[in-house]
Structures are given as structure tokens and as C-alpha cells.
């Protein structure tokens, strides 16, 4: 597997290895020693799937103090894959990474715990798959707005198509009980 840091020290771009021929593919998308030398090894509790359609936006969420990691990828089309650092005293707080995740790329994002993350898809569809290290945790939910300007994520889609909950979350410096770096 490949590895690559992004401007987020905790942030990676993992690309599994892939093997193929006329029959089709294979492709190893989780190994536990493998993923363990670069920080990812705390053990996968629970996977999440869905299905959207083009435009589509779901985020920027995370959790706390219940805390997720997410092991992210395309399973099907192309999205745009956000990770954001709002952990209070964090150096890098506010900062973004975002990574195009594909069918053909397959490419997956580590998000750490105390990041944000969201995603819009720009393909027809999009079937977007998420290994997390701790359980969903609904009264520990947070989300912070999609279009923050002091956050200025360029999403690349017009008029996106968004929750209620999505379009009416607050901007980062609105949001309680963030998590802090260091604590998560």
C-alpha cells in the first residue's frame, strides 16, 4: 500500500494495492498491521454505507467526547472527500484537507478523531463507504457549517443538495464543545 501525508500531519491519503487482470480486481481496503505503522490501530467498530446522488453534500460532522476515526472511501462514482482540524489549540485548527476518492483512484482518508468531515459527490452517484473506530453516538453529534468562510473549502459544486440539519449548522467559531488537541 502507498501512503501519502497531507497538509494535516494526522490526515493520509491511502492507496491499497490493487491487483487485476481480465477477470476483474482485488483489493486488500483494510489490514490491521499494515494500517497500524502509520498511526491507524485502533480497532474498527462499526461500517457505514450510502447512497447519493450527484450534488449531494453530507457534512461536515463529527463527534464528541464520544470521538471517531474514519477510514473513508468511493466504493462507486466520485466525491469530494473533507477533513478539517477543529481541535481547540490544535496549530493547524480551522485547516482543510480535500481529496478527490474515486471507484478508479481507490483511494481512502483517514480522518483522525476531532476532525470534521463531509463530502459531496460529483458523479451521477455515489455509494460512499466508512470504516469508524467507535460507535455513531447521536447526543455527541456536532456539525459545523459546509461553507464556512474561515474555513474556505472550494467544494466544486453549485447549490449543493443538503440536509436540514446541514444547511442550518453553525459556523466553527459558533460551535460548543469541540474537542482539544491533545485529548483525543
Known amino acids: 500500500m502507498n501512503v501519502i501525508a497531507t497538509d494535516l500531519p494526522e490526515v493520509l491519503i491511502i492507496e491499497p494495492k490493487h491487483f487485476g487482470d481480465q477477470r476483474g480486481f ?4 483494510y489490514q490491521l498491521a499494515r494500517y497500524a505503522d502509520y498511526g491507524v490501530s485502533r480497532p474498527f467498530v ?21 470521538t471517531q476515526g474514519k477510514l473513508v472511501s468511493a466504493m462507486r462514482g466520485r466525491v469530494l472527500d473533507v477533513a478539517v482540524d477543529v481541535r481547540l489549540g490544535s496549530p493547524n485548527f480551522g485547516r482543510h484537507v480535500a481529496v478527490e476518492l474515486s471507484e478508479e483512484n481507490r483511494r481512502q482518508l483517514w480522518v483522525p478523531r ?9 458523479s451521477e452517484t455515489a455509494d460512499f463507504f466508512y470504516k469508524c473506530d467507535d460507535l455513531y453516538s447521536p447526543k455527541d453529534e456536532i456539525v459545523v457549517r459546509w461553507n464556512d468562510p474561515a474555513i474556505g473549502i ?21 460551535v460548543k464543545n469541540l474537542p482539544v488537541y491533545g485529548q483525543v
Open 154 to 174: 472550494v467544494w466544486g459544486v453549485e447549490n449543493p443538495s443538503l440536509s436540514a440539519r446541514d444547511a442550518a449548522a453553525p459556523l466553527l467559531s459558533e
Open 46 to 66: 462499526q461500517d457505514n454505507m450510502s447512497r447519493s446522488s450527484h450534488g449531494v453534500l453530507r457534512g461536515l460532522h463529527l463527534q464528541n467526547p464520544m
Open 114 to 122: 476531532g476532525f470534521a468531515h463531509g463530502f459531496v459527490v460529483l
Open 26 to 29: 482485488f483489493l486488500e481496503t
